[in-house]
Nanobody
Framework: QVQLVEAGVGLVQPGGALRLSCAAS????????MGWYRQVTGEERELVAR???????DYANSVLGRFTISRDDAMNTLALQMQSLTPEDTAVYFC?????????WGEGSQVTVFS
C-alpha cells in the first residue's frame, strides 16, 4: 500500500514562488510514475506535471516554464517548484503515484495566490 503525504500549504502573492513536496511510503517508488494534479472546487482534477520512472517529464501548457517537477527516489520524495504564480494557480494540489493500473493519491495541499 502506497501512502503519500504532501507538504507546502501556502499563501503567496502573484509573482511569488512556492515549493510543494510529497513523501511516499510503501513499495519502492522508483518504479512508479509520479505526478502533481490540482483541483478547483466544482471543477475536474487536472494534471499539472508528471515525472515518469524513466525521468522524463510532462507539463500542462498552463505551467510550462514556470513549474518544475523533480523526484528523489533514494528519499522517496516528489517535489514541485512553482514560480511566477498567478491567481489562476489557486487550487488544491494532489500528489499522485501511478503503477500499472493502480493510482494512489495524497490528501491534497491548498495553494492560494492572492493579491
Amino acid at each position: 500500500q502506497v501512502q503519500l503525504v504532501e507538504a507546502g500549504v501556502g499563501l503567496v502573492q502573484p509573482g511569488g514562488a512556492l515549493r510543494l513536496s510529497c513523501a511516499a511510503s510503501g513499495p519502492i517508488m522508483k518504479y512508479y510514475d509520479m505526478g502533481w494534479y490540482r483541483q478547483v472546487t466544482g471543477e475536474e482534477r487536472e494534471l499539472v506535471a508528471r515525472i515518469f520512472s524513466t525521468g522524463n517529464t510532462d507539463y500542462a501548457n498552463s505551467v510550462l516554464g514556470r513549474f518544475t517537477i523533480s523526484r528523489d527516489d533514494a528519499m522517496n520524495t516528489l517535489a514541485l517548484q512553482m514560480q511566477s504564480l498567478t491567481p489562476e494557480d489557486t487550487a488544491v494540489y494532489f500528489c499522485n503515484a501511478h503503477y500499472v493500473r493502480h493510482d494512489y493519491w495524497g490528501e491534497g495541499s491548498q495553494v492560494t495566490v492572492f493579491s
